[in-house]
């Protein structure tokens, strides 16, 4: 079984929304850091939006403040990303990542500080 279940993205015009989902089947971050990096062609894989779960607090890119909302349903083990007003600049392949220590600690490492990943999934932005 998988540790971490990617779904959503796809292809959408600028201005457009998209959402994003990331479960956590066993729970095993119910505790932890989740959330997103993106990499688009020819450059290097950043951060994106992301939430301490036992607390719901959330850290966002500067890049995309109040335009994406990262949540979770504890219920179903489940982060989701909700991406509005869409730009071309936002296309990337999206990286769900989970580890289990605080965002605070796992973000002060970049990539290096989450051991877990999801598959990736394409978000395309036309203009």
């Known amino acids: 079984q998988a540790l971490l279940e990617e779904s959503g993205g796809g292809s959408v015009q600028a201005g457009g929304s998209l959402t994003l989902s990331c479960t956590d089947p066993?729970?095993?971050?119910?505790?932890?850091?989740m959330g997103w990096f993106r990499q688009a062609p020819g450059k290097d894989r950043e951060q994106v939006a992301f939430?301490?779960?036992?607390?719901?607090?959330?850290t966002y890119a500067d890049s995309v403040k109040g335009r994406f909302t990262i949540s979770q349903d504890n219920a179903k083990n489940t982060v989701s990303l909700l991406m509005d007003k869409l730009k071309p600049e936002d296309t990337a392949i999206y990286y769900c990542?989970?580890?289990?220590?605080?965002?605070?600690?796992?973000?002060?490492?970049?990539?290096?500080?989450?051991?877990?990943w999801g598959q990736g999934t394409q978000v395309t932005v036309s203009s």
């Open positions: 066993s729970n095993s971050f119910s505790g932890g850091c």
């Open positions: 939430i301490y779960r036992t607390r719901g607090t959330t």
């Open positions: 990542a989970a580890d289990k220590s605080t965002c605070v600690a796992s973000l002060l490492f970049g990539r290096r500080g989450f051991d877990y």
